[in-house]
C-alpha cells in the first residue's frame, strides 16, 4: 500500500530574535526584518509523514508551503530530510493573509495537486499560535480531521490510527482517509539531513530563484527536472483574489504595544553556600517559596 502525502508547512519568524521592527504599522508581521526558521510543529508533521513513507514502499511526501519567495528554504530544508518533492504559493495577493485566507490558498493548492490520501501539519504556528489552519483546511475540503496526534500508527484498507495527546490523557482513534491531521509537539522530533540528500536537492529552485541563477547553471535545470521546485500563484491555483490575502481576512489588529520587561530590583549574592542559605531561608520566611 503506497500512500500520497502533503506536508502544510510554514516558515516562521524565530520568536527568540524579536526585535521592534517585528510589526509593521497596519498590524501584519515584517517577515523581511526577522530571521526565519521551519516551524517547529511541522518540523513533527514531516517526522509523521517520513515515517509512514518508510513502512510503506511507494509513497510520497510533498510540502505545500505559503510566503514570499524565500519560504522555498522549507522545501529545500522537506527534500534534505527525505520529502520527495515541493510547492511554493507566492504572490502579493496573498500577503497579509489570517488563518480564513490561508486555509483557503492551501485548500485550493490541494485541490489543483490531487490524488491526496493524507494532509498533515503542525498543530499551531509559533508566529500566530491559533491552531486553526489545519482544521479549516479539513473544512474547506470537506475532510475527517485528527487533531492534537502524536503518532500515526498504522494505516491498512484504507483507515488509519492515531493516536492523541490530550491536556488529561492519550487517546488512540480511528477514521478514513483521506484526512487532515495536525500533530503536537509532543510528537518525536524530525530527523537529520541526510547528506546524500543535500548534495542530491542542494540546486533545487524555484522558478523565480532560477532566473536569478547563473547561465552555467540552466542545463542543470533541464537534465534533472526534480530540481525544479513548483511556484504557483492565485492565478495558477484558480483562487479567488477577493479570499486571499488582506482582502480575505476578517481578522484586523486594532492596536501594537511593545512591552519591556524590566527588572525592578536585584540583590548579588556571594558565591558561597551560606549566602544561598541565607536566601532561601529569607524567601521561605516571606513566603516567596515554601
Not at 49 to 74: C, F, N, Q, S
Not at 189 to 206: E, G, I, L, M
Request: charge should be neutral; include cysteine.
Amino acid at each position: 500500500m503506497s500512500l500520497n502525502i502533503i506536508v502544510l508547512a510554514k516558515q516562521v519568524p524565530d520568536t527568540r530574535n524579536v526585535s521592534k521592527d517585528a510589526m509593521k504599522a497596519d498590524g501584519t508581521v515584517n517577515r523581511a526584518a526577522l530571521p526565519a526558521i521551519f516551524n517547529p510543529e511541522d518540523l513533527n508533521a514531516l517526522e509523521q509523514a517520513l515515517r509512514l513513507k518508510d513502512a510503506y514502499p511507494g509513497t510520497t511526501v510533498t510540502l505545500l508551503t505559503m510566503g514570499p519567495g524565500r519560504a522555498a528554504e522549507i522545501i529545500r530544508e522537506g527534500l534534505y530530510r527525505g520529502a520527495d518533492g515541493g510547492y511554493l504559493l507566492t504572490d502579493r495577493a496573498f500577503a497579509g493573509a489570517d488563518t480564513l485566507a490561508t486555509s483557503y490558498a492551501l485548500a485550493m493548492a490541494i485541490r489543483k495537486i490531487k490524488g491526496c490520501d493524507l494532509i498533515i501539519c503542525g498543530r499551531q504556528a509559533i508566529d500566530g499560535d491559533t491552531a486553526q489552519v489545519g482544521p479549516q483546511v479539513a473544512e474547506k475540503l470537506g475532510l475527517n480531521q485528527v487533531t492534537y496526534a502524536e503518532e500515526i500508527q498504522r494505516v491498512e484498507n484504507g483507515r488509519i490510527t492515531v493516536k492523541r495527546r490530550l491536556e488529561r490523557g492519550v487517546e488512540t482513534v480511528e477514521t478514513s482517509l483521506p484526512l487532515v491531521v495536525t500533530v503536537n509537539g509532543s510528537a518525536p522530533d524530525c530527523r537529520p539531513r541526510n547528506a546524500k540528500s543535500v548534495q542530491k536537492y542542494k540546486h533545487a529552485r524555484t522558478t523565480t530563484e532560477r532566473q536569478d541563477a547563473a547561465a552555467t547553471c540552466t542545463s542543470l535545470y533541464d537534465s534533472r527536472p526534480y530540481l525544479n521546485l513548483q511556484e504557483w500563484s492565485v492565478a495558477d491555483v484558480g483562487a479567488d483574489v477577493a479570499q486571499c490575502g488582506l482582502s480575505g481576512s476578517p481578522t484586523k489588529v486594532k492596536k501594537i504595544e511593545n512591552v519591556v520587561f524590566q527588572t525592578k530590583e536585584s540583590r548579588s549574592l556571594a558565591p558561597s553556600d551560606d549566602a544561598i542559605d541565607e536566601l532561601m531561608k529569607e524567601l521561605i520566611t516571606n513566603h516567596t517559596i515554601g
